[in-house]
C-alpha cells in the first residue's frame, strides 16, 4: 500500500501543488516569527548581560511607570552612596550612573537627531569600565560641560561629525554642546541614540541637581559570586534601596523590550495561526476532490480485497508525504522570512547580524508539527469518506461527487454552534463587566466562526440562488450553467468559500471596531476638549518646564493649563489595588476641557487630595463621594484621596477608563519632579487664533519634539494611530486571503479536471472558448462573492458585538465602514476573477475530442 | 468559405462530403494511418451507418466530418461550408449551428433539466428556438413528460432521447451519432434506433451514426464498410443478417458479438 500511495501522490503532485503552497506559508510564518524572536532574544540577551553590572543598585520605587503615561519624573539616589559600596569587601570597581531617557538632542538644524519613533534617546555619563558596551572610536572623552560624545550609529544616520553643534533639551534646560567623539557599539545598538557627557556635566544638566545618581554600578571581584556580592552591598546600606544582580538587571532589561518583540511575535503567530486555519479549507478540498476522482479506483482496491482501514491509511500516507514537503520547505522559506524581518528591523534603527541567526531546536519541531498534524486533520475526514467507498464503486458508471448526501447532521450541528455562539455574543453585548463582555466576546467570535464554517454548506444553495439569480438573466446560458456548477456540490462551494469567509470577517469585524473606536475619540475629543490648542509631545512624552514657560510667554494667550500624569497604585474598598494613570490638571481646568459631572465639580476635583473619577468606575469599586482612597505613587510617597467628585466618564480622554482626575497641586505634592505632559492653550478674546497658532509654532520651533495642535488635528492625530492598527491587521488579513484565493483556484482547478468531459461536450456542441472562459469565471465570481457575503455577515455581527463591549470602556459611537463593506464585495469579484484565470485557460485548451474521451 | 463552383457541384442531395481525407497519428514507429484519402458523400436526408472492425477509423471518420478532429489531408465540407479552411471560432460556430452529436455516454449536462439540455446549442447562440419544430420534435421522442427532469433522474434510454432531441432540436445539417445505443440494453437501443429513423423518415433530417452493431446498423439506408482507414464496401437497405455476413468476411472471421461491444467500450 505504501507503494501505491507514494505512486498517488507523485501522479497527483500537480493537484497538490496548491495544497502545499498552503502548508508552506502556514509553516514559514511559524518558522519565521521563532527563529526571528530566538535570534533577537539571543542578541539581546547579549547585550544586556554585557551592559548591566555585576550589582545595580538603583533607587527604591514602589512600580514602574507604564511608559505610555508617566509623570516624567527621574528618581535618583545620592551619589555619596558610591563610596560605601566601594568600601564593600569584594568590589573590583564601581561607578555612579546617570542615565535618562527625557532629553531630546537636536541639531544646528533644530532636527531631532535621535529616532522619532519607538527607540529611545538615551543621555548618560560616559564611563569606562572593562566590559562596557561602547567604546570611543574617535576623539576624546567629554571633558567638562559642553562636550559630549554620539554613538556611531546615530552619526551615521544623522550624518554627525565630530565638531558638530547639538542642543540637549533636558528636563532642568537646554544646553548647547560640541561632539568631541564617536563611541560605538561593541554589540548591537537596540535603535537607541546615545549621547554621553561627562558625570558632573550629567548630574548637572540631565537631573539638575549635583550629587545624585540614577544607580551605582558594582563588579565583584574574580571568584566572588554576583548573589554573593548582593547581599555583601545590601547588608552595608540596607534595605532601602533596589539591587538587582547582573541576570536580574538583565531579565528586567529583557522584560521592557519583551513587550514589543512580543507583539511582533503574537503577531507572525497570528499569521501563522489564520494562514493555518485558512488552508485547511484548502486541504480538506483537495482531498476531497481527489477522493470523488478516484472513486472507481478506490473501489477496485476494495474489490481486489483492500481493507478500510488500507484504504484509510493510503490516503493519510499521501497527506503525510504532502504535509512533510509542505513543513520543509515551509522550514526553508521561514528562514528567509526571518532574515526579511531582521532587515527590516534594521531600518527602524536595530542592527541584528542575519548571519548570527539562531534555529533552535524546537522551531523545526514546530514547523513539522503543525504542517503535519494540519495536514493530517484536514485530510482525515476525507480519508474516511475514501474508506467507506464501495467496492461497487468500480463497476458503477454513475457520476459520484458526494452531491446527494444528507446535510441533516451538518444542520443540527451548525443550529447548535449557531445558537451557542449568538448567546455567548448576545451576552457580551447584553455584559455590564467589561472583562467578561470581552471574554464572552472571544468566545462568541471562535463558535460564530466554527458556526460560519458548518452552516457555509447550508446556505450555499439558498444565498447562491439569490446571487446568481442574475446570472442566467445577464449571461444567458453560460451564466445559468454557472451558477449550476456553483450549487452543484454545496459542500464543496462552502468550504471553498469559507476560506474566504474568515479573513473577510475579521477585516469587517475589525473595520467596524476600529472605525467606532475612531469615531468615539472624535465624539470625545469634541466633548471632552474646549481649548483652542494643545501643545504636545509624540506618544503623550512628558517635557521641560522650558517649554511650558516658553508658551506661557507667547503673547496672546488666556489660558494656559498644563497636564500631568501620575500613576498610582490605588487600594479599593474591598483590600484590592488598581494600577490607575491618574491625570493631573492644572487650574483654569474648565477653561480648555469639559468635564460633566454627576456630582461634585471641577473646583472639588482639583482641591489638594481630593480627586474625581469615573461615575462607572466608582459604582463598580463602591466608591462614593467623600470615599477615602489610599494611593501609592512610583516614587514610594502615600497618600489618601477624597473622592470629590463623580465625572460622566468622559474625562477617560485624559488617561484610563476610571478617570481618575486630580488638582496639578496635588501631583506637585506627591510627584515634585513630574513633568507637563499636555498644555490646553486659549486664545485671549481679541487674538485671532491663527495669529496665536503662528506665534505659538514659532516660539517653539527650538523644541521640535512638541506641536501645536488644534482639534482637528488632535483628532486626525488619534484616527491615525487607529488607522496604523488597521493596517496592520489588513495586512495580516491579506495573507488570509491569497491563501483563500489560492483555494478557490485550487477548487475550480481540480472541478475542470473533474468535469471534463462536460466540457468537452459543451464545446463539441459548440460553446465557444470564450464562453468555456465566461462560464469558469462566473463560477469563480459567485464563489467568492458568497464567501465575501458571508464574511461581511459574519464581520458586521462580530463589529456589533465588539462595539457594545467597547461602549464599556466608554467608546459608545457606532461606525460602519460602509467604504469597506463595498470595497469588498468589489474586491470579491476581482478575486473571482483572478482566481479563475489559470483553470479557465486551462480549460478553454482542452482538446475537445480528448476531454469527450475522458475517463 | 464554399465557392460557387462547391455550392452549384453539391446544390442539395449531400449533407457533408469529404475528399482525400487522410488522417495519421505519430511518426516513426508509432505512424498510424487513420483514414487513408477517403473519398465519401452523405446524403441529405438519408440514415447512414459507418460500420468497421475497432481501430479502422470509423470514429476518426465521423471527427472529422463533424468539425471535432482536424485532418492531415483532404477537404471536408459541411453542407456547402469547407472545415477544413476554417479556424477554431468558425469551427465551433458550424459545430453549435450546423451539427447536431449524440455521443455513447456522458451526453448531458447533469446540472440542467432535458429541456435546458435540449435547448443548450441554441442558448449558447443566442438564438430562440422555433417552438414549433421544437414541440414536433419533443413529441415525436415522447419526451414532453420529462422535459423538467434532471439526467439523473432519468433512464439510459430516456437520456439518449433526450440527446437525440437536443441534436435535432436546431435543424442542423446533420446528425452524428455515435454508438448511441452502446451503453443500453436491446429494447432502450432499440427505440433510440427507432427515433433516429423516425427522424430522417418524418422530420427530414440526416443522420450519421458510427456503430459496431450490425443490428443498429440494419435501421439505416445505407451502410459504409471501413477497414484500414478506407471505405471498402456498402450496402444499400441493409438487412441485420446482410452487415453480419459482409462483417464476417471482413475480419476474416467471426465477428465481435454485439454483447461484448457495450464492455469493451465502457
Sequence with gaps: MFRASLRSFLAHKGRMLLSALAVLLSVAFVAGSLIFSDTVNRTFDRLFASTAADVTVSPKTAFSEDNRFTSGEVPTLPASLLNRVKAVDGISDARIDITVQNATVVNAKGQQVGPTTGAPTIATNWSVWPRSPVKLTSGHAPRGDGQALIDADTANRKHLRIGDALRVIAQPGTFPVRVVGIAAFTTTNPGAALLFLDTPTSQARLVGRTGVATSIDADAVPGLSDAALERRIVAALGPGYNYKTQGEQAKSDAASLATFLGVIKYVMLGFAGIAVLVGVFLIVNTFSMLIAQRTRELGLLRALGAERRQVRRSVLLEALLLGLVGSTLGLAAGVVLAAGLIRLMGLFGMNISAAEMVLRWPTPVAAYAVGVVVTLVAAYLPARRAARVSPMAALSDVEVAGTGRSLRARAVGGAVVTLLAAGALTGAAASSDASDAASLLGLGILLSLIAGVVVGPLLVRPVIRVLGGALPRIFGPVGRISQRNALRNPRRTGATASALMIGLALVTGMSVAGMSMSSSFDHQIDKALGSDFVVQGANFTPFGKEISDTVRKVPGTSDVVPLRYAPVLVTLPSGSTAKLTGAAIGAGADHVVNLQYMAGNTARTLALGRISIADSYAAEHRLRIGSRVPALFANGRRAVFTVGALTTGNGSLFSDNAALLMGLSTAERYLPGSQDAALYVNAAPGTDPKALRASLEKALKPYPQVAVRDQADYKALVRGQISVLLNLVYGLLGLAIVIAVLGVVNTLALSVVERTREIGLLRAIGLSRFQLRRMIRLESVVIAVFGAVLGLGLGLVWGLAAHEVLALKGMKALAIPWTTVVAVLAGSVVVGLVAALLPALRASRMNVLAAIAHE | ?266
Excluded at chain 2, 475528399?19 to 508509432?30: D, R
Excluded at chain 2, 446549442?121 to 422535459?147: F, H, S, Y
Design chain 2, 1 to 266: 468559405m464554399s465557392t460557387p463552383v462547391d455550392a452549384a457541384a453539391w446544390p442539395q442531395a449531400t449533407a457533408a462530403r469529404a475528399q482525400g481525407l487522410s488522417k495519421t497519428y505519430g511518426t516513426g514507429e508509432t505512424h498510424v494511418v487513420a483514414l487513408d484519402a477517403v473519398d465519401v458523400e452523405i446524403g441529405r436526408g438519408r440514415f447512414t451507418a459507418v460500420m468497421g472492425p475497432s481501430g479502422s477509423g470509423k470514429s476518426t471518420l465521423m471527427h472529422c466530418l463533424a468539425g471535432l478532429d482536424s485532418v492531415t489531408a483532404g477537404r471536408v465540407w459541411v453542407g456547402e461550408t469547407e472545415l477544413t479552411r476554417l479556424a477554431e471560432r468558425a469551427l465551433t460556430r458550424l459545430r453549435r449551428d450546423k451539427v447536431g452529436f449524440m455521443f455513447q455516454a456522458f451526453n448531458l449536462l447533469p446540472t440542467l433539466t432535458a429541456e435546458e439540455n435540449i435547448t443548450l446549442p441554441m442558448d449558447i447562440a443566442g438564438r430562440k428556438p422555433d417552438q414549433e419544430w421544437l414541440d414536433r420534435v419533443i413529441d415525436t421522442l415522447g419526451l414532453r413528460d420529462r422535459l423538467k427532469h434532471r439526467p439523473s433522474q432519468l433512464s439510459g434510454g430516456q437520456q439518449q432521447r433526450v440527446a437525440c432531441a437536443r441534436a435535432l432540436a436546431s435543424r442542423p445539417e446533420l446528425i452524428f451519432a455515435d454508438e448511441p445505443t452502446g451503453n443500453l440494453d436491446s429494447r432502450a437501443g432499440a427505440e433510440v434506433l427507432r427515433f433516429l429513423r423516425d427522424a430522417v423518415d418524418e422530420l427530414e433530417q440526416t443522420v450519421v451514426m458510427v456503430t459496431h452493431d450490425p443490428g443498429a446498423a440494419a435501421y439505416a439506408d445505407l451502410v459504409l464498410f471501413l477497414n484500414d482507414g478506407r471505405i471498402v464496401d456498402e450496402i444499400h437497405g441493409p438487412t441485420a443478417e446482410a452487415v453480419l455476413e459482409r462483417m464476417r468476411l471482413l475480419s476474416g472471421g467471426s465477428p465481435q458479438a454485439p454483447g461484448l461491444d457495450g464492455l469493451r467500450k465502457s
